[in-house]
């Protein structure tokens, strides 16, 4: 089975750093992904993870521990723009099929 | 070209209408995969094709029919749907081999049932 937690809502203020963590049970699993989306849009990708560490893509890093079914996304400098939600997403199977988290929602306050 | 296109962008049907949603890219993709998402909710995977053949049926309702014509089309067909089926419907693709594939997803179609 597959089972993502993550939390439902953070809140920030501008130019702050926020860690958004995600706890994963699945099995079969070939990597965990970050995707944001905002209202009414499609999910866009931040940022994956296969092996444990962490990566680094511009203001967004994401860390990935296999052994303990975990994973962070880390928002630096963050902006206006960045309050959207924030889906962990694990892929499994020989179909790569994502298994989404509820989405953290996240307010970047001025 | 790193993109993937859906039509119609907004859909509103009666619960006797028969209507296709239309998914397209041209990345060279061989897995596409239709999604429904609620307000609010997480997408929820509906459909997976790998090389234009059906790989996995998330247990959905028979009144959604989905289509792979080719390796860039992806169609899901409504029929007979009820109130309750209103979401957006994502399309996405993908690379097929080994690891982690990243999932392009299309801005989607917006349905909603009368």
């Known amino acids: 089975g597959q089972n993502i937690d993550q939390p439902t809502e953070m809140t920030a203020t501008e130019g702050a750093i926020v860690q958004i963590n995600c706890t994963y049970q699945?099995?079969?699993?070939?990597?965990l992904f970050w995707y944001q989306q905002h209202a009414g849009e499609a999910p866009t990708f931040l940022s994956y993870?296969?092996?444990?560490g962490l990566e680094e893509k511009g203001r967004f890093s994401s860390f990935l521990s296999r052994s303990k079914g975990y994973s962070y996304l880390l928002l630096k400098e963050l902006q206006m723009k960045d309050s959207a939600s924030y889906l962990c997403?694990?892929?499994?199977?020989?179909?790569?099929?994502?298994?989404f988290g509820s989405g953290t929602q996240l307010t970047v306050l001025p | 070209d790193t993109e993937v296109t859906q039509t119609p962008k907004h859909l509103v049907m009666g619960m006797t209408n028969k209507k296709s949603l239309k998914c397209e890219q041209h990345?060279?993709?061989?897995?596409m995969y239709w999604y429904k998402q609620k307000a609010k909710k997480p997408p929820e995977l509906m459909f997976v094709?790998?090389?234009?053949?059906?790989?996995i049926n998330e247990s959905v309702p028979s009144r959604f029919s989905p289509e792979c014509p080719n390796s860039s089309l992806l169609n899901l067909h409504l029929h007979a749907l009820q109130p309750e089926d209103s979401a957006l419907y994502l399309c996405?693709?993908?690379?097929?081999?080994?690891?982690?594939?990243?999932?392009?997803f299309g801005p989607g179609t917006r349905l909603t049932v009368t």
């Open positions: 997403a694990s892929s499994s199977g020989s179909a790569r099929q994502l298994t």
């Open positions: 699945t099995s079969g699993f070939n990597g």
């Open positions: 993870n296969v092996l444990d």
């Open positions: 990345m060279g993709h061989r897995a």
């Open positions: 094709y790998s090389y234009e053949k059906l790989s």
């Open positions: 996405a693709s993908s690379q097929t081999g080994t690891g982690a594939l990243e999932q392009y």
